[in-house]
């Protein structure tokens, strides 16, 4: 919903111990970790970014309809200390 998205954050609290490395792929020209896992009664996929260690693409399928969610990188750690306080 759009008051309430559903964040990269959320998907990282919801993978259990128990979910599988399937691969790796790129996504959106980013090397990507697949893992996968089931969640009450869905099947979910998720591509957590190499490095940055988040999610940048969820799949979730619930007896064949498919949800994606795809979640763009764009700029993280660009603030100097001098943006941010006073000279």
Not at 37 to 60: A, C, L, Q, S, T
């Amino acid at each position: 919903d759009e008051f309430n998205p559903i964040t990269p954050h959320y998907w990282l609290n919801k993978v259990p111990k128990f979910a599988e490395i399937k691969g790796s792929e790129t996504i959106n020209k980013r090397q990507a970790t697949l893992i996968a896992f089931g969640m009450e009664g869905k099947n979910i996929r998720i591509w957590i970014d190499n490095f940055y260690k988040i999610p940048v693409k969820v799949e979730i399928d619930d007896n064949g309809k498919i949800t994606t969610y795809v979640y763009e990188i764009s700029t993280i750690d660009t603030l100097k200390d001098s943006d941010v306080t006073k000279a």
